[in-house]
Every structure is written in C-alpha cells, then in structure tokens.
C-alpha cells in the first residue's frame, strides 16, 4: 500500500480535490468509513474543492462570529495546533 501526499490549500490548510467528482467520492467514502457527513465546496484561495463537516453556508456564519470576536478581543486567530479527529 503506497501513501500520496495529498496538496493542503495554504489558506483552510485542507487537502486539495483537483475536481468535484473526486471531492464527492472523498466525502462518499467519509460517510462510508466514518459516518461523516461532509460538503464539498470550491476554494476561493486555491481553486480546488475541499470537504467541510459543516455546512458551507454554517461555516460561513461560524467564521463570520469568531472574526467578529477576533476584532473585539483585539488578535487575530489563533491557527489550530494538534489537532486530532474525533471518534465516536
Ligand atoms: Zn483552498
């Protein structure tokens, strides 16, 4: 078995689906394995596609509120260290 690495976008830090179609079998196979249901959505920053576990549209708003916190506290996000997927 041979492992790719797959392109992360430099902006969300996801991996990168050239295409759609192989952005909605990333996400078919996700719902398969993990029970995860995700979008795909079109990268404004790489022009790829990536999955998201929200929404496109309830990410948007989420992101919409911690920036607004962000300003209010006066710093900028912090990016997300150790990160470790769920399991259920
Ligand atoms: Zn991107």
Redesign the pocket.
Known sequence: MHYFTPKR????R?I?YHDKAQAEAAARQAFIERDAELWVYR??????W?LTHHDPKEEQFLRGISAQAAVQRGKPRSRKRGFKPRRR
């Open positions: 976008c430099a902006s969300s996801k990168i990268c404004e920053y790489c022009g790829g990536h």
